[in-house]
C-alpha cells in the first residue's frame, strides 16, 4: 500500500502542476485580450458624421473580437478544470481500500486487522481517501456558487445597457468605466498569476 501511495500522490502532484501552467497560460492570454480591449477602447469617440461613426462602428467589433477571444479562454479553462476533474474522479472512484478493508477482514482476526488499520501507511492512505473526498465537495459547491454570481453579474450588466443614442452620450463615463474595469481585472489577473507561480514552486520542490 505505501507504493500505491506513493504512486497516487506523484500521480495527483504532476495534475496539480499541470493545472497550474494550463492556468498560467491562461491569464496571460487573459491579460493580453484585456490589453487589446483597452487600446480599442481609447479610439472610440463620439461624433455623428458617418465617416466618424464607421470608425467607431470598426472599433466596437474589434473590441467585441477581443472580447470573445477572453470568453473562448474562460471557456478553454474551464472545459480543461472539467476534464481533469473527471480524472480526479476516476481515481477517486477506485475502489482500492475497500477492497484492501475487505481483504484484511476475511484473512485476519479482530485484534490483527486493528493493529493493521492503525499502522502509518493505512491511516494516511485513508486519510487521503478522505480528504478527496472533502476536496471534490468543497470545488463543486464553490463553483456553484461562483457561477451563480457570475450569472447575475452578466444579467445585470445587460439590465444597465445604454441605447445606441444613450451610449453616445455618455461616451467619456463610458470609456472611463470600461478602462477602470480592465485595469481592475488586470490586476487581479496578475495577482492570479503571483499566487500560481509560488503554487507551482511549492510543488516543484516537493
Known amino acids: 500500500m505505501v507504493e500505491t501511495a506513493e ?26 485580450a ?3 480591449i483597452a487600446e480599442m477602447t481609447e479610439l472610440l469617440k463620439a461624433h455623428n458624421t458617418s465617416a466618424e461613426i464607421e470608425e467607431s462602428s470598426q472599433v466596437a467589433l474589434e473590441m467585441a473580437k477581443w ?11 474551464a472545459k480543461f478544470f472539467w476534464d481533469n476533474m473527471a ?14 478493508i475487505e481483504r484484511k477482514a476475511k484473512k485476519y482476526t479482530r485484534e490483527k486487522r486493528i493493529k493493521l488499520f492503525k499502522k502509518e501507511e493505512f491511516v494516511k492512505s ?6 478527496n473526498w472533502k476536496a471534490l465537495q468543497v470545488v463543486c459547491a464553490e463553483y456553484v456558487e461562483h457561477s451563480y454570481d457570475i450569472r447575475g ?5 445587460i439590465a444597465k445597457s445604454p441605447t445606441v443614442s444613450e451610449a453616445r452620450a455618455q461616451m467619456a463615463d463610458l470609456k472611463k468605466r470600461i478602462l477602470g474595469d480592465i485595469e481592475a481585472d488586470k490586476q487581479l ?12 514552486n511549492i510543488f516543484s520542490g516537493l
Do not use: H, P, W
Request: hydrophobic share 40%; aromatic share 8%.
Open 7 to 32: 504512486k497516487r500522490y506523484e500521480s495527483a502532484r504532476a495534475l496539480r502542476l499541470s493545472l497550474i501552467s494550463q492556468k498560467r497560460a491562461d491569464e496571460e492570454a487573459r491579460r493580453e
Open 34 to 36: 484585456l490589453g487589446q
Open 67 to 77: 472580447a470573445f477571444d477572453n470568453i473562448y479562454v474562460a471557456f478553454t479553462n
Open 87 to 100: 480524472i480526479f474522479c476516476d481515481k477517486l472512484a477506485s475502489e482500492e481500500l475497500r477492497e484492501d
Open 126 to 131: 485513508s486519510i487521503m481517501y478522505l480528504a
Open 153 to 157: 453579474i452578466i444579467l445585470s450588466n
Open 189 to 200: 489577473s496578475q495577482q492570479a498569476t503571483s499566487e500560481l507561480v509560488e503554487l507551482q
